[in-house]
């Protein structure tokens, strides 16, 4: 785990999966020194998103602009290359599918600034903070997935989303993951955000993850599929060459978007 900021990330995915942590187990998952580990649960009691126990940490609830605020915190400068990306991969006139997360929060933060896309397209998405996000535009339209949300992340899941994402057509979905390689696919942290990013997925024409390069080699709870639903990966020039190697010969086409680059 190369950074403060990944261990973080985490960290709060193991605790929206299974409620608590440990110290020593996350050292052990996380290959850093107990100590280290203290630090960071520390971190983020002070941010008030978890509450320390003894030997490790609970879940806290968050209000919708605390969790809202860490998410644009952890936004780097390798998302926001990586949403520029997707974007130039939108046409006017689509029906363009976002997931949850911090990758596709920026997707739709580079789609807002767009104006010769904003006037003719339909947005659909699980994820209420890109709801907000997008709903300031008044000529783009923007459908919600109905469900029941998920706090940690605000994303909605359970049979709602399953009945409206069964019932539309896609033209390009964007799908956010905690982490990927070249033999799993795309994964998530929890079952039943899984299941909805890959159900979004096969509903389109053409299905793209969207993740940095830190996420490679990672991996998390619950799978949500290969090149069986996804043709394409846009991630950070970080990526080494035997990673990008290993998922090209996997069937996938790989975009690196390059850090620093601006519209």
């Known amino acids: 785990m190369s950074t403060r900021e990944d261990r973080l990330d985490a960290i709060l995915s193991k605790l929206d999966h299974e409620g608590t942590v440990g110290v020593e187990a996350l050292s052990h998952e996380l290959e850093v020194s107990v100590a280290t580990i203290r630090r960071d649960l520390d971190l983020l009691e002070q941010r008030r998103l978890v ?3 003894h030997g490790g940490a609970t879940r806290r609830s968050v209000d919708y602009e605390l969790s809202l605020r860490y998410k644009e915190a952890a936004a780097t400068e390798a998302k926001a290359a990586i949403a520029r990306a997707a974007v130039d ?8 599918g976002l997931s949850g997360g911090t990758t596709t929060f920026m997707v739709a933060d580079a789609l807002s600034q767009r104006d010769d896309l904003l006037a003719d397209l339909t947005i659909v998405t699980n994820a209420v903070d890109i709801a907000n996000k997008l709903a300031i535009h008044p000529n783009l339209k923007v459908i919600v997935c109905g469900g029941v949300i998920n706090t940690s992340s605000f994303e909605l899941v359970g049979s709602f989303v399953d009945s409206v994402l069964r019932s539309i057509w ?3 979905a964007f799908v956010g993951v905690h982490a990927m390689s070249a033999a799993s696919g795309g994964m998530t942290a929890n079952e039943d955000e899984a299941y909805v990013n890959r159900l979004m997925a096969e ?6 993850v969207v993740a940095d390069s830190s996420k490679y080699g990672r991996k998390a709870f619950a799978t949500v599929g ?4 996804f043709e394409a990966i846009i991630t950070d020039d970080h990526l080494g060459d035997d990673d990008r190697e290993e998922l090209t010969a996997a069937g996938y086409d790989v975009e690196l978007a390059p850090l620093g680059e601006s519209r």
């Open 203 to 208: 509903r389109a024409d053409h299905a793209v």
């Open 51 to 53: 509450e320390r126990t």
């Open 226 to 229: 290969g090149t069986d639903v």
């Open 89 to 96: 991969r939108i046409t006017p006139g689509s029906i363009v």
């Open 170 to 172: 896609l033209d390009v």
